[in-house]
């Protein structure tokens, strides 16, 4: 069975600072991994996505994940924090089957 | 381009009353389907899915059933609510085969009273 963990329910960073925000995952074959974003009573938008092309992947609105599988990781990173990346991220495991186990989530809060 | 689309956006229902959620998919042919559930404060509980019209599968026992009378519609009733299916519902479609990512509809916020 597959599965994720997301270290940190809450980051909190200044505007301007980097983000990081921490994925480890479980899965008995190569997995396919996912960062959504959630703003507030909306559905979840696909930030990027790793699928063994690469292990360096980059998304949308300046985000980027690195796949390393020696630390069963894939962290999500940003260079430079701004207000509007005030929201919920998941990360995602898939095992190419009808099964996205997703994590709890973290709230990441931009200080002004 | 393919869109997806939930209705009602917002249910306020009482305990015992009945529920249809409707999600319909737009670009696209034979997608498959996902019902989330996604408790206050917790991640996503996947609740059903379907790879074709008719087949159903349920991954959570409970007080909901789903049906997809049509290729690009998705259903989520309920024929008596409890209080604890209060939530917020996610439709998500995906191509067959692929690269497996999901793509989620705007939700439904459902209050049971």
């Known amino acids: 069975a597959q599965s994720v963990t997301q270290l940190g329910s809450h980051v909190s960073v200044s505007e301007g600072a980097l983000v990081l925000l921490r994925c480890n995952y479980s899965?008995?074959?190569?997995?396919?991994l996912f960062w959504y974003v959630q703003y507030p009573n909306q559905g979840l938008q696909l930030l990027l996505k790793?699928?063994?092309?690469?292990?360096l992947v980059k998304g949308i609105n300046g985000f980027e994940a690195e796949f390393k599988k020696s630390e069963t990781s894939f962290h999500l990173t940003k260079p430079s924090a701004h207000m509007s990346d005030a929201a919920e991220y998941f990360c995602?495991?898939?095992?190419?089957?009808?099964?996205?186990?997703f994590g709890a989530g973290t709230r990441l809060t931009v200080k002004p | 381009s393919q869109t997806i689309h939930q209705w009602p956006a917002t249910l306020v229902q009482p305990v015992g009353s009945p529920l249809s959620l409707e999600c319909t998919v737009e670009?696209?042919?034979?997608?498959?389907l996902y019902w989330y559930r996604q408790a206050a404060g917790r991640g996503l509980q996947l609740l059903f899915y379907?790879?074709?019209?008719?087949?159903i599968s349920s991954e959570v026992p409970q007080n909901l059933s789903a049906s997809r009378p049509q290729d690009r519609q998705f259903i989520l009733s309920s024929k008596k609510l409890l209080l604890s299916d209060s939530g917020f519902y996610l439709c998500?479609?995906?191509?067959?085969?692929?690269?497996?990512?999901?793509?989620f509809g705007p939700g439904t916020r459902l209050t049971v009273t």
């Open positions: 998500a479609w995906r191509r067959t085969g692929g690269t497996y990512e999901q793509y």
């Open positions: 899965s008995s074959v190569p997995p396919y």
């Open positions: 790793y699928t063994s092309a690469a292990t």
């Open positions: 995602a495991v898939s095992d190419g089957n009808n099964d996205m186990r």
């Open positions: 670009g696209t042919s034979n997608p498959n």
């Open positions: 379907s790879v074709g019209i008719g087949q």
